[in-house]
């Protein structure tokens, strides 16, 4: 039977050649005849249009104070009580598919989330592609409060707080998103008249 997939024809030459004398040599014949990523799909640099913004994140949203995270690929600070996040270094485009769709796939969470607005994340206010910074951007309500591993929490609250994190992970799952770096560092309790209210943060992340 013949066979029409790409490694068909090293395969036949490995079986009735014998022309390869070891498995590296197979191996980067099988590397040589494979077909290359990038020509296997193209993306319409249309469907970011709708995120673009004709502005420099950090001039649009100027920091209050110190920066929180500043490294070569991202940027947190505060911004006139909001909490600003930057992407650095970004730039999609038609030639770079693999990134334009991850973009793309990152902005349309993005504005998912922001149509729920589900109680357990903080709300988003503003989100894109800043062109003139060449970065993504988000900007959500700043959450007060402290981190779950430094909450004190009596013991009959406990239980509550759990199945309310629970619940909060489930329907975020139920929504089809996810977290990707749940650890008490990421959520945030914060007291209550009846108890606690709990907040996910750093969702999502690029």
Not at 70 to 87: F, N, P, R
Not at 111 to 133: D, H, M
Not at 171 to 195: R, S
Request: glycine letters at 6%; proline letters at 4%.
């Amino acid at each position: 039977a013949s066979c029409s997939e790409w490694y068909s024809a090293v395969l036949n030459n490995a079986i009735d050649g014998e022309c390869y004398h070891d498995a590296e040599e197979l191996f980067d014949a099988l590397k040589e005849a494979e077909p290359s990523d990038a020509c296997t799909f193209e993306f319409d640099d249309s469907e970011l249009e709708p995120y673009r913004r004709n502005i420099s994140h950090s001039r649009q949203y100027r920091e209050d104070d110190d920066l929180i995270v500043e490294t070569d690929e991202k940027e947190v600070y505060v911004s006139d009580g909001l909490m600003v996040k930057a992407w650095l270094n970004v730039n999609p485009s038609i030639d770079d598919p693999a990134l334009s769709y991850k973009v793309l796939h990152f902005l349309q969470r993005l504005g998912k989330i922001r149509s729920i607005n589900p109680p357990y994340l903080p709300c988003v206010r503003e989100f894109g592609i800043a062109t003139k910074s060449s970065s993504l951007f988000m900007v959500t309500d700043r959450v007060e409060g402290f981190t779950w591993n430094k909450s004190l929490i009596g013991s009959k609250q406990r239980l509550a707080v759990v199945d309310k994190l629970i619940e909060s992970v489930e329907h975020l799952h139920g929504l089809g998103l996810y977290h990707g770096d749940l650890h008490p560092g990421n959520i945030i309790l914060t007291k209550e008249i009846d108890g606690f209210d709990l907040t996910l943060i750093d969702v999502p992340d690029f």
